[in-house]
């Protein structure tokens, strides 16, 4: 495509005042949604991140636009909230679903491409064999010990841990099924049924109250947190989402439809062995008294799912359509399986992160106080209530505060107040922003890598 019309696209987004600089860590509506589009360049979205690299803006801000440009696909009102007509219209604006349409197919090569060099499938595949190899892994899925109640368990802050757990989902599960809705049309014959029954199951057979996403807003609010959709936004770190947008990345374009079958099948299938997990890691942040009917719900019914989505999609479209299809779905299987295990890590850190930020100050002053100001590679003056929209580095950073105050923040509960002369190491890819609370600040960014 002709790079003017993407740098066009790009300008679009860069001025759009939704994804752009917010007042506050959480928002009001569905659709004011900061994405950092200065760390969006044309020659960068032009090639994809290996798995090493996911700690570029870049990543964090592609996925941010991708989850924009597909969820303008879906209908999204404030429940409780009144509705900002403004940011309604803005929102599914022309202009800029148009420009995000432009930009979609890199954003998903530049996300999504690096699981083409991670993953490789050979041989011949029949049914007995992918029966033998997904039940192998499902198995494996079973037997492993939780690493998200071990993270939990072991917090300094178990309830806050928690929620920052909860924050992750959210952006999922406030909407839950709806990428699923996209390969519910159109006609492929009695598994078109089939599907839609899963569909029907997570949407409550039209019960509202029975709805997944309506029993996950219940636990957040027994959770203390705001149950309204994307209030947790720019906390949603970039491999939270995805897990999100890969669903859309295959159910978007129907050409991947079988590898959509394949990470639908792995998800549902092994959710019936991690939901009770899930279920005990929320108890170990708030207490045994806590309802936590949303992951008992999935443990008995993702079992049913599984078994649907082998006995009446995979097994019979295998039969029925041979074996040509099977290296598809195995595809879709194995990369959301890494997805999720890079999500599940990524959260590890993220938590370890944010529970321990006086350690990190500490670190700072042990290891770089007598710094030279040679090292330092950036320096920013910003005026009172500047926010720096949640973002992560490549690279460890010292971040130094050298005239007024400054927030730094991990999380929505998890912040650590810094005055001139004070400094704080920043793992490689952690999530954080800052807020400036004195008249002016001035801070210095020095890479440690």
């Not at 090639?47 to 597909?70: C, D, E, F, I, T």
């Amino acid at each position: 495509m002709d790079d003017g019309l993407l740098e066009n696209a790009l300008d679009v987004v860069r001025k759009h005042p939704l994804l752009g600089q917010p007042a506050s860590f959480f928002m009001n509506d569905p659709y004011h949604r900061p994405t950092r589009p200065q760390d969006l360049k044309l020659d960068q979205l032009k090639k994809h991140l290996p798995k090493g690299q996911l700690s570029q803006p870049s990543y964090l801000a592609a996925q941010r636009l991708l989850m924009n440009r597909y969820e303008q696909d879906m209908v999204f009102l404030p429940i409780e909230k009144p509705l900002n007509f403004e940011h309604f219209n803005g929102f599914y604006n022309a202009e800029l679903r148009k420009a995000l349409e432009l930009l979609r197919p890199l954003l998903e090569q530049h996300v999504f491409g690096w699981l083409d060099d991670e993953i490789s499938l050979s041989g011949s595949w029949d049914l007995e064999s992918f029966l033998a190899y997904t039940s192998g892994v499902l198995e494996k899925v079973r037997d492993a010990p939780s690493g998200l109640l071990s993270s939990i368990q072991n917090a300094c802050d178990p309830k806050e841990a928690a929620r920052y757990y909860l924050i992750q989902c959210a952006g999922d599960f406030l909407s839950e099924a709806s990428a699923m809705g996209r390969n519910v049309l159109g006609n492929f014959g009695p598994f078109t049924s089939e599907l839609f029954k899963i569909y029907l199951d997570e949407y409550g057979y039209g019960v509202h109250e029975k709805k997944h996403s309506t029993i996950f807003e219940r636990l957040m609010t027994a959770c203390d947190l705001d149950p309204s959709l994307h209030t947790y936004w720019q906390f949603y770190t970039a491999s939270s989402i995805s897990l999100i947008n890969y669903f859309h990345y295959v159910s978007h374009d129907h050409a991947k439809f079988f590898r959509y079958l394949g990470a639908m099948y792995y998800t549902e299938a092994s959710l019936a062995f991690v939901t009770r997990s899930q279920a005990q890691a929320i108890k170990a942040g708030f207490g045994d008294n806590i309802d936590t009917l949303y992951f008992d719900e999935h443990n008995h019914i993702d079992v049913h799912h599984g078994r649907m989505a082998l006995d009446k999609l995979v097994i019979p479209m295998i039969k029925q359509y041979g074996v040509q299809i099977i290296p598809e779905i195995l595809r879709g299987f194995e990369e959301f399986r890494l997805l999720q295990d890079v999500a599940d890590e990524d959260l590890f850190r993220n938590i370890e992160w944010q529970d321990n930020l006086p350690k990190y100050v500490a670190l700072a002053r042990e290891q770089f106080s007598g710094m030279s100001q040679a090292h330092v590679d950036a320096t920013f003056e910003e005026p009172q209530n500047e926010i720096s929209v949640p973002h992560a580095h490549p690279v460890a950073e010292l971040f130094s505060v050298q005239t007024g105050l400054i927030e730094l923040v991990a999380s929505p509960a998890k912040s650590i107040l810094l005055k001139a002369g004070e400094s704080i190491v920043i793992p490689k890819g952690m999530l954080h922003g800052t807020k400036v609370l004195s008249a002016t600040s001035r801070y210095a960014v020095t890479g440690l890598e």
